[in-house]
């Protein structure tokens, strides 16, 4: 059985956790800053912070942005339900934005249609995720986010390796936040690059980087400069204000550091692997593949198609079920989040039309750094057959 997505470990990955077992610092020791600044190197970001995982990253983002009770943040109504419970972490509302449904990604028509509907709302952020691991047009978001006094978050979730075009031509790595404000990633398994369990948030503002800092442990602030009361000694550390314990451990940020040695290997060979779907399924009649766009150098997370269920004369369920009596693991990504019941319940039910038409058609494929040719071959030849 082939899973849609799963870690690529070799030995030099292994090594490296257990040299952290074999030594001090298990937690909160030098790997995490080494993590951190092979992180900036590749992403370009002045500051990275690491953390527990990307729905944490996210949660701290949105924490050094003062969201709270009484604002609403954007997020796009296809995406993973973390992008929007961080949001609810804080206690702020989410407006759902509709999609392009050939790529998931939102638009600026979307953008500005979702205000539109919520004239009362103090709108403060919007949540752009790249989904899949394309992105979409960075700079008209980000125009768009200048004129309603918006921040951006970018969830990089499904993005380490991504690279923005600008309309120059220039290249700009996720996590640069030239068009942005905060970019957080995952490294769950699945992910491109698999730390276990782990997370990210990169920015330029060292304000922002020094609160989601203090805000990963507890809030506490040891240093000197910045104590409010007198210290007490050497021992002394001090809690401003409300944090959490997000942080991860030296035996993930060496697994990542280790991860991301490989990272440019692994964004070409997952190309390689779409571009040989994109090849095969192409001129199928029912099956679409995903549009590609011109302001996007993707390290794909994901490989999905869209097939015409009704043109093919099987339900969805039918047909995952058929690939995997052939051994062909699929995922759906994702169910459009409002039709949850917790956001049902919350803010009623609705529909947006390129969310459900993307939501109606898509399916997950495997991709992951260790498919076989042959596996690669199954795929196809098993997609054929629905032409
Ligand atoms: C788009 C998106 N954002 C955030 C997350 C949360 O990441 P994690 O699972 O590391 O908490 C995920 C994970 O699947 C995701 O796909």
């Known amino acids: ?45 002045s500051y990275a912070s690491a953390c527990s995982n990307g729905t944490t990253a996210l949660h701290l983002a949105l924490c050094a942005l003062n969201v709270g009770p009484g604002d609403t943040i954007l997020v796009p109504a296809i995406t993973f339900l973390a992008s929007a419970n961080a949001v609810r972490f804080t206690g702020a509302d989410v407006v759902f934005v509709d999609v392009d449904p050939d790529t998931a990604l939102i638009t600026v028509q979307a953008l500005e249609d979702a205000i539109k509907k919520k004239p009362n709302a103090n709108f403060k952020a919007l949540i752009n995720v790249h989904f899949a691991g394309q992105c979409a047009d960075l700079q008209a978001i980000y125009a768009f986010a200048q004129k309603y006094g918006l921040k951006i978050i970018e969830d990089g979730a499904h993005a380490i390796g991504t690279s923005y075009v600008d309309s120059k031509g220039k290249s700009h790595p996720i996590g640069s936040n030239t068009y942005s404000d905060l970019t957080t ?40 400069d910045r104590l409010k009361n007198e210290s007490h000694g050497p021992w002394y550390y001090e809690m401003q204000e409300l944090g959490f314990n997000y942080r991860v451990s030296d035996i993930n940020c060496a697994l990542g550091a280790s991860q991301l040695e490989k990272l440019d290997y ?65 995922q759906i990504h994702y169910m459009p989040l409002y039709q949850h019941p917790y956001y049902e319940d919350l ?28 596996d690669k071959k199954n795929v196809v030849t098993a997609l054929k057959l629905y032409q």
Request: glycine fraction near 8%.
């Open 347 to 374: 803010y009623g039910k609705m529909t947006l039309p390129g969310a459900e038409a993307y939501y109606k058609a898509c399916i997950s494929l495997p991709l992951f750094v260790g498919l076989t040719e042959q």
């Open 185 to 224: 990633f995952s490294f769950h398994p699945v992910k491109t690059i698999a730390m276990g369990e782990g997370g990210a948030v990169t920015t330029e503002d060292p304000a922002l980087y020094q609160r989601i800092s203090d805000l990963r442990t507890h809030g506490m602030i040891r240093d000197q």
């Open 1 to 45: 059985m082939i899973s849609y997505g799963r870690q690529n470990i070799d030995q030099q990955d292994i090594d490296a956790v257990v040299d952290i077992l074999q030594g001090d610092f298990l937690t909160c020791g030098p790997h995490v800053a080494k993590f951190e600044n092979k992180l900036k190197n590749l992403t370009n970001a």
């Open 266 to 330: 692994f964004k070409q060979d997952r190309l390689k692997t779409v571009d040989y779907y994109d090849g095969e399924l192409s001129g199928l009649r029912n099956v679409k593949t995903m549009k590609r766009l011109g302001c996007a150098e993707p390290a794909w997370h994901l490989y999905v198609a869209f097939l015409d269920f009704d043109a093919i004369g099987k339900s969805r369920q039918q047909i995952v079920q058929e690939l995997h009596n052939k051994g062909i693991g699929t």
